[in-house]
């Protein structure tokens, strides 16, 4: 490979080995319709004449091709809609999923605390305002700063629901669309860079995340990046530090959004270099000062901010000595090889098989049995997909990027494995490359199914590829012809078979939207002008205390624009310094006949109030479970009852002492 003009294309050597020297260029998009050359997307009728005069200019050819750019992203915007429709209509402002429930609802705190941070100049990865007063390390957790911050102005103009709403519809868009520009470097065909988009940003992965995690859903730019590396790998024609800037930023980007994802795409990527190098070993000489450089310095900008995020998880208030989660708890969320042909609850077509499907991918909970998790499950493809490859893959092998496509989409595959080969929920034990990972630091709390979307990636390009291919191996008979003579006889090209394997597959893949939406509850006595009542930075008490599902006390913290502070919180923490009086508060939330959670607790409690400088209490009565045995318990430990307004027992100007000891 050569550097410059005489640069060749590793993985898409067009024939023969791959230690194919051919350096003609491979078309694509820079040499169709938006080079000014004109896209023929046969429009014209078999048959007929097209003069001259009537062929497009290159205006008209560059014209053409950004209206089909512009439609197919307008397409996916659509379809991101569509994907959180009852929002939109319900309200965007307090309609999401599950009622902000459960990991919906602690990401919209963390897209409201980045908003806060960045305008009240405060550490957007440390802070006390949950879990107070001793705080939560942010970095050990799933917070999305940059998001966040990104999403400010939509978080000040209306609110943190609709942040969230608004980056998940976008979330899809942009996904796709990453992958549709992807597609189009390599393509000359706008359709099938078109599919290949929509499978990557709505592909099984996508959807089974959108159950609400918002932070593996922002994945633009693994698609972006494979461009850049394509750039610094293989085609070097530009200068290698504006690549190396690229690079720098995307990873910063990524970094932004989720770590975890970050170092799946790294992983991914190192992998896809040995594949390149294994693959033109002769070459490696050439490309290698351009493309250190450029990674070099991509490195080089990242590692401030890494050095950062690195530090403050280990540093920072409350910060986990460890893995978030263990090894063996992980170890169910991986890929059942099985899950590749059988549909979860995710998809629309199930053929009776949801359960099954949904059965393949567990977390293991100790104490107790493992529970099904389908956000994790993105595996499926579908028999009509694999047709596909399998058929594309073997038709069109002589080309070099093709294959390429196919290797990495196993490879990441294998590593969503997990640790050990699972066959329809059996574990067969034989060990898998995974296994390596799940030693090493950093990583040892990776979820082997997210690689997954990395597999679709892969998977989305090979797709393109091969209906480009196929498009481009049209017979004669089917392109336009002099009207001097006669039509060429018809023959059947492959493109029809892959056309049809690509509309069924798609079919296939319909999510079984809609998700579970429903409107945020907030009490009438937290909410404007009522929570006035509440003084600026002192600490609220809430029944149930924001803990698991039950994590509502952050979102109203969160749209009450964080006038107060509360104790507890939904985080991952070193230790949650569960007490009395959470216990208490538990105790009448699961027993519905408990009238007094022992009394006890009570002379505890209080020295709790004191800690966390309690001057507010508020316990809702919808949307609770057997509030009024909270309310006998609070109101012996505060000492009077409360005032009932807006729909909740609410005390304000709360002061617990403690007796001194005799």
Known sequence: MDTGTEAVDVARAPAGDLDSTD????PGPENSDRAGTGDDDGLAPDGAATPAAAEPGPAQAIGRGRLAVAVCILAYLGLGVLANLPSWTGGVTHTMQCGACGDSGQEVWFLAWAAHAVTHLQDPLRTNWINYPWG????????????GVLGTPITLLFGPVATFNVLFSLAFAGSASAAFFLLRRFTTWTLAAFAGGLLYGFSPYMIGQGEGHLFLLLVPVPPLALLVLDEILVRQHKRWWLMGCALGLLMIVQLGWSAEMLILATTVACSGVVVLALARPRLIRRQLPYAAKAVALGVLLLAPAALWFAVVSRTGPEHLPGPVHSVKALAGLSTDLAGLVVPSV????SFGLAGTGTSFVRLASSPGPSTVDPAEDGSYVGIPILLLLGVGVYRFRRDGLVRFAAVMAGLSLLLSMGSRLRVWGHDTGIPLPF????????????VASRYCVFMWLFIALAVGLILDHARNLEPAGRKRHSSRGPAPPRRRGPLGAFLILAVLGVVSLVPGWPYNIGQ??????????????VPVGSTLLTYPLARGNHNLPMVWQALDRF???????????RNKHAGPLEAAFNSCWNYPTEEMPGGHRVGLARAEFVLWRVRTVVIPFADSMNPNCAIRFVED????SPVIEGGAAVWTKVSVRIAAAP
Request: proline letters at 10%; aromatic letters at 6%.
């Open 563 to 573: 006038r107060y502070r509360i104790p507890a919180g939904e985080e991952a923490v």
């Open 520 to 533: 945020v509850f907030t009490p009438a006595a937290l909410e404007a002008p009522a929570v006035d009542v």
């Open 136 to 147: 939560v390390d942010l970095a050990d957790n799933t917070s999305m700063p940059l998001a």
């Open 435 to 446: 296994v390596v990972l799940t030693k090493l630091p950093f990583v040892q709390s990776e």
């Open 23 to 26: 350096t003609s260029p491979r």
């Open 346 to 349: 995710n998809q629309h077509f």
């Open 637 to 640: 430990v505060v000492g009077r």
